[in-house]
C-alpha cells in the first residue's frame, strides 16, 4: 500500500483511502506518481477517491457515468489550463530560482521525519541536485546511513565515499588513482575442504594441488597488475594471497563492495565492471584524483575525490538508530525526485491549498456557463478539488470548513496568493511564507486521479468468481 505523501489524512479519509488502495487501478497511480515525481502519492489517491465519492452521487441521481466522465475531462482540463497561467518560472535568474527549490524542498519535507530540521536539508537537497548541472540523474547521488550523532549532522560530500575497509598493509592514499572495478572470484588460492571432492594418496599430492591453485591466482593477479591500476575494488572476497601480492605491487585491493555500491562506483569514475582480464585494451578504467581513508563517527570508509564524473556526490546521513536513518533516506529521496523534476521543468506554484482553490474557482465558473447534466459533474468536480485543503486544515486541528470558505472569499480575487497557513492556524499570503510546491507534481497529481477516476466509472460490473471450499479435514 503506498499512501505516504505531503500530508497526513483523517481517520475517515484514512479509511476511505485504504478501501480505495485495494483497487489496483488507484494502488497503481501512487506507484506511478512516487516514481515519476517523487511526492504526491497520498495526495492523488485522496483526489481520486473524492472524485469516485462525488461520481457516486450523481450516479444516484440517474446521470450516466460517460456524461459524469465527459464532464471531468472539461473540468481537468479547465483546471490544468487554470493553474498554468498562474505558474511562476525563475530559471533565467540563478539566486531566485535557487530559493525557489529550497522553498519546494522545504514543503516536500514539512511532514515528514525531517520537519525539524527541514531547512538544513533542504538546502543539502538543493546542493546536491544542482551538481547534477541539469542531468536529473540521481544515481550520481548516493546517500550513506551512519548512526550515531544527531540528524542535523548529516552533511553533503564531493565525490564518492564507499562504506569499506582499505586492506591490511596496503597504500591508504592514492593521487591520481587508475581504478579497475571488477566482479570476479579472488578466493581459489586453497583448496576449501568442504564441498571439494579429490582422491589423494598422500598429503603431498594435496600441497602439490595446493600450490598449483597458488600460481593460478598468481598468474590472475599478476594479469589484473598489468593493467596499469593503482586501486583495485572487487565485488566478491579477495584472500590472503591475492591481497598480499596487491600489497606487494603497490595497489590498493577493496574486497567484497556492495553491488550498488560498485555500480555507482563505475559510473562516478568513467569506468566499467570487468570480469575477464585477458585483454587490456578492452577494459574501461575508472579515475579519480585522490583515495583516501576517511572517519565518519567510529567507522572507517573510503573517499574518492576528483571523480570523472563531477556532479557525483554523497549525502552522509547521521541519527540515533537503523529505524530513524531509514525513514530519513526515504524522506529525502522524495525532496530530490522532486528537485530533480522541477530542474527539468522549472515552473513552481504556490502550495497550502492554493492550487486546488484556483481550480475550483475556474471549475466553477465553467459549471455555470455550461449546459445540460455535463455542469453538475463539473461542479462536483470543484466539490473534490476543494477537498485538499480542508484536509490540511484538520490534519491541523484547524476548523477546515471555517478555513476553506475564507479561502473562497479570498480567491475571488484573481491575483490572490492565500493558503492555509497551519502554523498560525488561519489564511495566509502563500508567497510572503515561501510556501511553494513544484507544477510538474499538481499536474500529476490532477491528471492521474482523474483519469483513475473515469477508469473505475467505465466499469459497469465486477464478477468474482466463488471462493473455493476448504475440505473439512477433522
Known sequence: MILVGNMGISLKLWTSAVHL????????????????????TTSVVVLAGELLREAEKLVALKIHPMTIISGYRMAADCARNA??????????????????????????????????????????????????????????????????????????????????????GQPKRIENANILVANTAMDTDKIKIYGARVRVDSMS??????????????????????????????????????????????????????????????LVTGGEIASTFDNPESVKLGHCKLI??????????????????????????????????????????????????????????WGGGWPEMLMARHVD?????????????????????????????DNAGLDGADLVSQLRAEHSQDATTAGVDVISGTVGDMESRGIYESFKVKQSVLMSATEAAEMILRVDEIIKCAPRQREDRM
Do not use: W
Not at 488502495?21 to 504526491?40: N, T
Not at 600441497?207 to 591466482?217: L, P, R, T, V
Not at 456557463?369 to 466539490?383: D, L, M, Y
Open 21 to 40: 488502495c485495494r483497487l489496483p487501478v488507484v494502488s497503481d497511480i501512487s506507484k506511478v506518481q512516487d516514481d515519476e515525481v517523487g511526492d504526491g
Open 292 to 349: 583516501e581513508e576517511i572517519m565518519i563517527g567510529e567507522d572507517k570508509l573510503i573517499h574518492f575525490s576528483g571523480v570523472e564524473m563531477g556532479q557525483a556526490c554523497t549525502i552522509v546521513l547521521r541519527g540515533a538508530s537503523s529505524h530513524v536513518l531509514d525513514e530519513a533516506e526515504r524522506s529525502l529521496h522524495d525532496a530530490l525526485c522532486v528537485l530533480s523534476q522541477t530542474i527539468l521543468d522549472s515552473r513552481v506554484v
Open 205 to 266: 599430492k594435496v600441497a602439490e594441488i595446493e600450490a598449483a591453485e597458488k600460481e593460478k591466482m598468481k598468474k590472475k593477479v599478476q594479469k589484473i597488475v598489468a593493467h596499469g591500476i593503482n586501486c583495485f575494488v572487487n565485488r566478491q572476497l579477495i584472500y590472503n594471497y591475492p591481497e598480499e601480492l596487491f600489497a606487494d605491487a603497490g595497489i590498493m585491493a577493496i574486497e567484497h563492495a556492495d553491488f550498488d555500491g560498485i555500480e555507482r562506483l563505475a
Open 365 to 393: 465558473e465553467l459549471a455555470r456557463k455550461t449546459p445540460g447534466k455535463k455542469s453538475i459533474a463539473i461542479e462536483s468536480f470543484a466539490i473534490s478539488l476543494r477537498t485538499i485543503p480542508t484536509i490540511i486544515a
Open 83 to 168: 493553474l498554468e497561467s498562474r505558474v511562476r518560472d525563475n530559471r533565467a535568474d540563478p539566486e531566485k530560482f535557487r530559493s525557489d527549490l529550497v522553498n519546494i524542498a522545504m514543503t516536500t519535507l514539512s511532514s515528514k521525519i525531517l520537519s525539524q530540521d527541514k531547512e538544513h536539508f533542504a538546502n543539502l537537497a538543493v546542493d546536491a541536485v544542482l551538481r547534477l548541472k541539469g542531468s536529473g540523474n540521481l544515481e550520481a547521488i548516493q546517500i550513506i546511513k551512519k548512526a550515531g550523532g544527531s540528524l542535523r549532522d548529516s552533511f553533503l560530500d564531493e565525490g564518492f565515499i564507499l562504506d569499506k575497509r582499505i586492506g591490511v
